[in-house]
């Protein structure tokens, strides 16, 4: 098995890989461990609406970072995904997805 580099952007790492039987695989992948961190770190220091810096200048909140890997892999699995925002929702609030939230709320 043969491993190149193809590409390295944003965290995200494409190997293109030659396979003892002829084929090729193209894989991407991505460290989480540093996403997870901050997504606990951002859960546990939540505060209420009004506290200073929880807030963006637009109003809105952040709720949950999800890294690139897991989104393509929850779109391959149900294309919808991509095109309805409460399908997303509905991960987010499974109990198995909660390491992506970054405020205890339901959405």
Same mark, same amino acid.
């Given at each position: 098995m043969d491993r190149k580099p193809l590409e390295r952007i944003? %965290?995200?790492?494409?190997?293109?890989?030659?396979?003892?039987? %002829?084929?090729?695989?193209? @894989?991407?992948?991505?460290d989480v461990g540093p996403i997870l961190e901050a997504n606990k770190r951002q859960y546990n220091d939540h505060g209420d609406a009004r506290t200073p810096g929880k807030m963006n200048f637009d109003g809105l909140h952040k709720v949950a970072s999800v890294p690139e890997t897991v989104l393509q892999q929850w779109v391959r699995e149900?294309? @919808?995904?991509?095109?309805n925002p409460k399908l997303i929702f509905k991960k987010l609030n499974d109990p198995e997805f909660r390491y992506f939230k970054t405020t205890p709320v339901r959405l």
């Open positions: 944003l %965290g995200l790492s494409t190997d293109w890989i030659d396979e003892p039987d %002829g084929t090729v695989t193209i @894989e991407t992948y991505q149900d294309p @919808e995904i991509a095109r």
